[in-house]
């Protein structure tokens, strides 16, 4: 091992739990490379023994000299007076500083494995890597680094060892310094809610509490935190991307900016103790992730997150997991056309005692018997898998913000939905029905009831579900964020393993990559989707795929039509700042192995002919182009569908078919889409979808019209197609 | 309704959640009395509007004017700045002062009702009641009083109501104003063990923190509180005693001393936000009970606490709820002779992964087939009905004091439990196992494992499960008592019903009543018991009946033969402070339809003689006699078997067996047994277990001696018995 000599030129050593800043001078660190040589990975101990990292792309520093590290909780006091009035611990423990290097381990591993669903059928894993034993007073800490060609990853591992078997994280303290005042695309660092806009600034201008977005359960974790994935871009053209992958057991990650120093560092999601990790060794934290590349299109193209998760863990998930395209009984709710709640004689519900077959319905309940046939009838007929019903189940009308207990039991439907006859009506037609666990983040009692609840889905044949987690969590105190609530959510998808069912969490944590271990994780919301109606901006699709999509896919739930909300419930006027052409685009923008078509059959049946492409459009790809980029002002994204995928929207696919989908911003926009992705010699037929002349997406514009035009011409991998797009409009196009 | 003119003649207006005092001058106030006229209760509002009662026993008065109410929590604020980076809440919600009475309704009620199991086979129940409806800003709450000949029980309910639905109690301020400066018999209040010895001193001189007793999970709740049931007796020689009862859904009661008036205020305990009761109308508190008698043996003899609880709520249970005398692979393992866990070679375990196959066994395990078939032959052999085991299952070698989720599983045994051979072993003998499920305090992991782990005592033919709660509770920032955990307990209760299974929770909170309406609630621990060893003093058992036991049988586990430990382990040296004579008396003297033979078979082998009162005592009883009584001094009581119940221990019985226990604290003293509730004109032969001359159970004294002598009589109705017990020593009787 080589000695090293580490100056500390100049350290602010502040309390431990407060930002560290210390600057570092690499004299002989350890160093690593990409195995492709872009990238340089530096690590070494501080005059003061702290673990210190710094990255760079070639000659360019990316990550300045950054600190590592934890403060632990002491030794639980139990045997004096003042711990028996309160819980009283040892005094925190230093175990950021004072470390020596025992030894250090070099790998390389250059893999190509194939995801059971996903943006392209086959994903290169090659990194070099190294892993550091450090110890202090005995105790040792891994510090594991992988070096991809396109980003770093590096966690820190606690081996099985006398001296350290179970201790409590009350801080990490790992930082990512950055080199200057880089534009970057935030959202609040938050412990309970990740539904906000983005806001494009200078980090120096981070201002978590200044983010005008509210919702129900909100608590952000500090004036000038972020969440991830972060994208950030540099003067000189270099994007960063800071996320975490494999987020298990631990958790969930802000990032906390030093306005002073720009230097990030990591802030955990709290427990109902204000401690951020119980730990038992051997254990490991998720991967600190840190994407650099000189190209926005290579961000989307990166598979840094998915490869640091492990291989699929469900052996026969083949033969189960899916892709979905489907419709739902939602949007009329969300659009307050009709509701969930069954009745309003009782402002006030209690489970097995409230006796719905002898109150009053209201008379809108979206998920009556007729209604969901109708959707059947058309989710049928239009070659989609499944129908979501929310709103099924006995308990809606209390349900929401009394952080009530006894919520829902996910088994008892309402008087007017007929579960064994809707969905053996459905099965007649080929169609599933998804089934709808709203917990109103009442956890365990969504665990009281989940194997009842997932057995219930076997017998009637549903094999996916989409859960939701709104309002404050329970138990009382813990975070959507927090370790507790990453283990329930993790705790639902093995146990839906054991069901064959897929999961589409919403309001539960931003996704890790964890979907290449668990593929039945289908979707995740996790972020604002199209359920904010006229509270999207028209800049948020083209950063989702930089950010929240880093982790695993969404279900923004696109394709409405109809755009002016007062046309479903006249007391909710405005506008959706998109126009139809944009609303195909996100279909392939937006990757997710579940895509919904969320607008509702009357509104699809009076523009079919742009219907066709949802219709058309494929749900997995074995292979996909990143065209045009660039993080809050537009994307085109190419994809060539996958043969003989399980869904109805792949399965007529002979692997030919192209789609592509383009989308702006704020700003109207010509892009010329470049079609040599295409097989060379191969002639196709491209129907374009696009903004009509005059078209404009910005909901609250007097120009606002979100007209489209259709056109169908004959092209080749030598052509180029220039395309319009309105502001926030967009244009699709399928190419068989 | 009475126009109320009540002055409020000097009032410290504190802050609301602090100990609130008002003197209070009943001038024309509601009055109800007890059936038999003995007992007087006073209602009304003070000149401020506070609700007030008062208690009084003939011209005696009990309870002084006393307020009542609450402080509720204010209004989540979800929508300013400040709300976004703290839950805010508006200001606290004065629900203890300007109410107006708006009716009253008075009733009278009378039942004599049959327990499943009990002290005696018939209770009656007959109080008067008065409900009286007090309003402010429109909220109705309602008053519900109960009056007995031996106390009092009020409630607070909260009907459904538009101005009220779902609530967040911060304080409740009910309290209890004593007369003056009584002999109290306390343990600290404490929101996570129930476990200390009592004191017994002066109201003034309560000092909840210098009480010398520790334990692992232990947070004393304020310096002068102390826990219910709190028993006190008066100069004048009246006995108070205050606890509470049907605690359901609400955090259980402290009582808050302020020395300086002698008034007791609730204190309840909190949340993991710290918070005492989410609430949801309509709803009620438990019932606070104060209980005045002006004879010891009548506190014993009191129903107040079963009688104010529901009816049975289990119509199957005389089908298969039953009375149980047992023994358990468990007192070698407190004494540590041998031991729960496995092997030493893991210091960390994680189910599922740890392989114990791969292990070296240490040797001491005390859960092996072998032993526990050589319990099973001696249990099977003296007519008991169980054998409990623990230590069968994976996960002992790190389960205390990690706070761990994942600690046990309930299902998985050891290599050396051959959970099938022994059952069947057992059954093929007449004898049940008696499942045990240590939760280590993770009530979530427990929840998780409930349904699987309840059916595995069906599949095997376990039908009682004893459940343990040691350690700081999980989820983090919960208590042993708070609204979460006794929730979980009564879930615990409820599943069990559905698998016919009765359950005996240790360090679940002490209990309130609620066996007469589940008695699958067959035993708790809630208190220090045996297993404490040398840590018991010699009044203990001398003050349990009139405490812990007020709310239901304690799974005490007496029966210790060998006193001296290190005969068991000599690195734990001490002799328990108990002759043997006084181990047997305890099997009447604490009620309790479970009952455990606690030491060795072994043991019990050198002392047959003696182990005969255990083999014959019953465990199940139509009659009890509460002959002498003074806590922390004496008792002695008589029970009468009941025939045909279906212990074993019972089976033989034709009813006229009777059963006498006498137990003294550190003083011997002389105590005359009057016959005279034997039937009359009968003869029986009378077996008696007291104490040889010359001994001493004071377990630190040199004379230390557990000696008895057994001796038979024949006795009528018109004999008198004279007996001697010595220091902590005591008699047994059986009565054929």
């Known amino acids: ?429 080929g169609v599933k029905l998804i089934m709808h666990h709203e917990t109103s983040s009442s956890a365990v009692n969504y665990e009281r009831h989940l194997e009842e609840a997932y057995s219930l889905m076997n017998k009637y044949g549903y094999d996916a579900v989409k859960s939701g987690y709104v309002g404050d969590i329970l138990p009382e105190g813990e975070h959507h964020y927090s370790q507790f609530m990453i283990n329930h959510y993790h705790y639902c998808i093995t146990e839906a393993v054991r069901h064959r069912i897929m999961v589409n969490a919403h309001e539960a944590v931003r996704p890790t990559g964890l979907c290449r271990t668990w593929p039945n994780m289908i979707g995740n919301e996790s972020a604002r989707g199209t359920e904010f109606k006229t509270g999207i901006l028209p800049n948020h699709v083209t950063i989702l795929p930089f950010t929240r999509l880093q982790g695993g896919p969404m279900d923004y739930t696109p394709g409405i039509f109809e755009m002016d909300m007062a046309k479903l419930n006249p007391a909710s006027p405005g506008n959706i700042s998109s126009t139809i052409a944009r609303q195909l685009a996100i279909y392939v923008t937006m990757y997710s192995p579940l895509q919904m078509a969320a607008d509702l059959p009357e509104h699809y049946a009076v523009h079919m002919d742009a219907f066709q492409f949802i219709k058309d459009v494929a749900v997995d790809w074995s292979e996909s182009r990143y065209l045009l980029a660039e993080p809050g002002d537009y994307l085109v994204i190419a994809r060539r569908a996958k043969a003989g995928a399980k869904s109805k929207a792949n399965l007529g696919k002979d692997g030919h078919e192209w789609f592509v989908g383009g989308v702006t911003d704020e700003n109207e926009r010509d892009l010329e889409v470049d079609l040599s992705f295409l097989e060379p010699g191969r002639t196709y037929t491209a129907t374009i979808y696009e903004d009509a002349p005059g078209a404009c997406g910005i909901g609250d514009d007097p120009a606002f019209n979100p007209a489209y035009s259709i056109r169908t011409v004959r092209v080749t991998a030598a052509d180029k197609l220039s395309m319009h797009l309105a502001q926030s409009g967009g244009f699709a196009i399928s190419l068989q």
Request: proline share 4%.
């Open 1 to 429: 091992m080589k000695k090293l000599l580490l100056l500390l030129a100049a350290a602010a050593m502040v309390a431990c739990s407060t930002v560290k800043q210390k600057t570092l001078t690499l004299t002989d660190p350890l160093t690593l490379q990409s195995p492709d040589g872009t990238l340089t990975l530096r690590f070494g101990l501080s005059q003061d023994g702290t673990p210190m990292y710094a990255l760079a792309m070639g000659e360019r520093e990316v990550v300045k000299p950054s600190a590592m590290g934890f403060t632990f909780r002491g030794e639980r006091i139990n045997n004096d007076y003042d711990s028996r009035l309160h819980r009283t611990y040892t005094a925190d423990v230093d175990f950021h500083s004072g470390f020596s290097i025992e030894s250090e381990e070099r790998d390389s591993f250059d893999e190509t494995w194939n995801p059971i669903w996903g943006e392209e059928s086959e994903i290169r894993n090659r990194y070099n890597g190294m892993t550091v034993t450090v110890a202090k007073d005995g105790i040792k800490m891994l510090i594991r680094f992988r070096l991809y060609e396109d980003g770093l990853g590096f966690r820190y591992e606690f081996p099985d060892q006398e001296k350290l078997t179970y201790f409590v994280i009350k801080d990490e303290l790992t930082q990512f310094a950055m080199t200057s005042d880089h534009t970057a695309y935030w959202i609040p660092g938050d412990y309970d809610t990740q539904e906000y806009s983005y806001t494009v600034s200078r980090l120096s201008e981070i201002k978590a509490g200044h983010n005008p977005d509210y919702n129900a359960s909100q608590l952000i974790c500090s004036p000038n935190a972020v969440q991830t994935a972060l994208q950030m871009k540099t003067d000189e053209g270099l994007y960063i991307n800071i996320h975490e992958a494999e987020l298990l057991d631990y958790p969930a990650m802000n990032l906390d900016l030093d306005p002073a120093t720009l230097t990030f560092t990591t802030m955990l999601t709290p427990d109902a103790e204000g401690y951020r990790g119980r730990m038992q060794t051997p254990c490991k934290t998720p991967w600190r992730t840190v994407m650099v590349v000189d190209d926005a299109r290579k961000v989307l193209a990166s598979r840094l997150i998915l490869n640091l998760n492990e291989a699929c863990a469900v052996p026969d998930a083949a033969e189960w997991v899916h892709p979905v395209k489907y419709m739902g009984v939602w949007w009329e709710m969300i659009a307050d056309k009709t509701k969930w709640s069954y009745t309003e004689d009782y402002h006030s519900v209690r489970l097995g005692e409230t006796d719905y077959a002898a109150s009053k319905p209201h008379g809108q309940h979206g998920a009556n018997n007729d209604n969901v046939r109708r959707y059947i009838d058309f989710a049928a007929a239009n070659g989609f898998d499944a129908v979501l019903v929310e709103g099924w189940n006995e308990g809606w009308e209390d349900w929401f913000g009394h952080q009530k207990f006894d919520v829902f039991d996910f088994v008892t439907p309402y008087p007017d939905f007929d579960i064994a006859a809707l969905n053996a009506y459905a099965h007649s037609k």
